[in-house]
Structure formats: C-alpha cells, structure tokens
C-alpha cells in the first residue's frame, strides 16, 4: 500500500446504512450517532436522502437533521477562524438527491456535498427512481449543474457498475458511457457504485482504471456492498486503481431497498482499522467509531455486519 496515498472517508452509513431498517430510528437517536461520527475525524458524512417519505420512511427526518448540524457546523468554522486554530475543518456533510425535487430541498437546508447517481441497470433504475438510465442520466446531469451554479460539491455516480441482482452482469462500455457523459458535463468526481455486491478485484481495478483514463482531472470514489464477502478486497483493488474516496458504513449496516439481494457495506471502523494498521489516516478515532457500532448493535438488538466493534482493534502496530 502507497502510505502517501490520499484517502477521503465518507461515512454513509446514517444513509445507506440506515434506509433498510423497517423500524424508524428517532431522530435524537440518528442525531447522536451523526455527531459522534462527525468527531470521529471522518472527511464526508452522508447525513440522509431527499427521497419521498412514503417510500423511505427511515429518512422522513433528513431534511430536519442537516438543519440542526449545519447551524453547528457553521459555528465550528467561524470559532476557528476566530481563533486562528489549525484544527481540520469540520465534516462536509452530504446528502442523495435523485432528482429535482431532491436538489430543492438539499438546497434549502445545507447540504455541502450533493450525492447523486443513475443506474446502469435498466431494472434497478426504474425500480429506484421510475425512469429509465438515459432519462436518469439527463436529469442527473441537469440536477448537477444547478447544485454546482448554486456553489455546491457535487458527486454523480453510476450505481449497479458492477452487475445488477436483477439483470446479471451488466456491459462495461454502458458504465463509460454513463461516466463520458457525466465528463462532458464538466462532471469529474465520480464513483462507482456496486449496489448489488457482485463487483470482484480483478474488475474492480480494471473498470476504475478505465474511468480514470477518460480525464486527467477525475477524482474517482467507490462504493462497495459486502453482499458475497468480497467488500474489503474490492476497496483495495480500488485504492491500487487510483481511487481516493471511500464509502462505508458504520457497523457494515447497509442495502439498497430497491435491489434484488440487500446487504450491508464494508463496516467503517473495518477499514479505518486496517489503513491504520497501515499507517494511514491514524488522527481517526477508531474508538469513537466502535462506540457508535456497538451502541448501533444494542440500539437494535441484532449482531451487525461488522467485525471489529466485536474483536476489539489490534493495537500497537501501524
């Protein structure tokens, strides 16, 4: 491993992580944990998505939630520039928009980053979204540039990059068209998402190397789901492609709802562990991080995907 290598940590767990939980968590719950993860030292917190509160109950709050954390946020960067201090800034905070309506709200409380995505699954795209991937794409696209003329971050990405549960294995030529068109939109932080878990190491390194051929300024993000116990591998074929922005969850909770095998994501404190091990991104708290699994795992009831909040950390290497 490059231990000069930049590794952004976008925690989407309060997200993806959270979105197939039947029970709804209460919002002073969600609020706790996203506090407790943001003083982890994690670079990107995906707080919520801005999707229609019938179909996704779990995020009916979302909207409430970067109101209370933005207006923190806010007065964490002014006391520090007040006091001149060199502490790293606070966490960006993201959120999934999908579509217009999405964007509008994302505006009106605070989002830093705007997270959105299509589908190159013609069945996971409509079962997610009502559309099909070229109407997606457009809209995306269309969506993206009115969150950075608006002075946002913004993320789009290819989801089911990797193969579809529904479909099977998906070309890759309809993965880079996705990715040109989002380049000639003037679109350059991309990720690639394998909503279905089915991405392996070998493809893995050869698609992301395919993207990041396409321009010199992409900034490449992956999004792995541990459906076949292939997550962490993945993450590492990513990093030796290039990549330098990784998504996971805290506790490997995780799934998309509109997938046709959900299960959860490579856990965060996981993979902290053993870039740590690595020596790398050694200012994160990994204990902060095992505090919020663990309290996640009695929360509800149930054992999580993760294994480190189980193990305990090994310690005094790296």
């Known amino acids: ?106 505006l009106a409380c605070g989002v830093g980053l705007f997270c959105m995505g299509a589908s190159a699954s013609e069945t996971h795209s409509r079962k997610n979204t009502g559309m099909g991937t070229d109407e997606a794409v457009t809209r995306i696209i269309g969506a993206a540039k009115a969150a950075l003329a608006a002075g946002k971050k913004v993320q789009v990405s290819v989801q089911s990059a990797f193969g579809c549960g529904f479909e099977g294995p998906l070309p890759e030529e309809r993965v880079l068209k996705m990715a040109r068109a989002y380049v000639e939109a003037g679109l350059r932080n991309i990720s690639l998402a394998d909503t279905a878990g089915h991405a392996h190491p070998a493809q893995v390194e050869r698609l992301f190397g395919a993207v990041l051929a396409l321009d010199p300024e992409i900034e490449c993000a992956c999004h792995f789901h541990n459906t076949y116990g292939l997550g962490m591998a993945n993450m590492f074929a990513a990093m030796r492609a290039g990549v330098t922005s990784f998504e996971t969850s805290f506790a490997g909770l995780g799934g998309c709802p509109f997938t046709k095998v959900a299960a959860g994501n490579v856990a965060t404190e996981d993979f902290v562990h053993v870039l740590q091990l690595e020596g790398l991104r050694k200012e994160v708290s990994l204990d902060r991080l095992l505090t919020v699994a663990r309290d996640a795992a009695a929360h509800f009831g149930r054992d999580m995907p993760g294994c480190v909040y189980k193990t305990g950390a090994i310690r005094g290497r790296g």
């Open 1 to 106: 491993m490059n231990t000069k290598q930049r590794i952004i940590l976008h925690e989407v767990g309060p997200r993806d992580g959270l979105q197939m939980e039947k029970a709804v968590v209460p919002t002073e719950k969600k609020e706790a944990w996203l506090r407790a993860l943001m003083e982890s030292g994690a670079d990107i917190i995906q707080v919520g998505s801005f999707v229609h509160p019938e179909k996704v109950p779990q995020m009916a709050d979302t909207d409430e939630l970067f109101r209370r954390l933005t207006a923190d946020n806010t007065c964490v960067r002014l006391r520090r520039m007040a006091f001149k201090t060199a502490k790293k800034p606070p966490a960006i905070l993201s959120g999934l928009a999908l579509n217009e309506k999405g964007l509008e709200r994302g």
